[in-house]
Nanobody, 125 residues
Framework: QVQVIESGGGLVQAGGSLKLSCAAS????????MGWFRQAPGKEREFVAS????????YYADSVKGRFTISKEYGKNTIYLQMNNLKLDDTAAYYC??????????????????WGQGTQVTVVS
């Protein structure tokens, strides 16, 4: 099973950028889909972005398309979430997750079995 640890959260002004990292360990990293989810206070967890197991297909929530980019670095067993043009509504705890999915299921948290502790992103005006 894959273990994941997020880093890179922080405080940023609206319109700014932030890059989250997720370090994964475990022999099955290369065969796992990887994703980012977020949860704001008082709201349910929501899908942000994901990559299928081979990294060739990326999926994004409509709210972040064109602003966020998910990527995978095999040599470091790490995935990233580059977040540009951040908005106040992007404020949330961001969670990295590993799992097995394909197509539309890659936006469903139920298909991700390994989760990190989360990293806080706070966007201020």
């Amino acid at each position: 099973q894959v273990q994941v640890i997020e880093s890179g959260g922080g405080l940023v002004q609206a319109g700014g950028s932030l890059k989250l990292s997720c370090a994964a360990s475990g022999r099955t990293f290369s065969s796992n889909a990887m994703g980012w989810f977020r949860q704001a206070p008082g709201k349910e967890r929501e899908f942000v972005a994901s990559l299928n197991w081979n990294g060739l297909s990326a999926y994004y929530a409509d709210s972040v398309k064109g602003r966020f980019t998910i990527s995978k670095e095999y040599g470091k067993n790490t995935i990233y979430l580059q977040m540009n043009n951040l908005k106040l509504d992007d404020t949330a705890a961001y969670y990295c997750a590993a799992g097995y999915c394909s197509g539309k299921t890659c936006s469903d948290a139920a298909f991700f079995g390994s989760w990190g502790q989360g990293t806080q992103v706070t966007v201020v005006s």
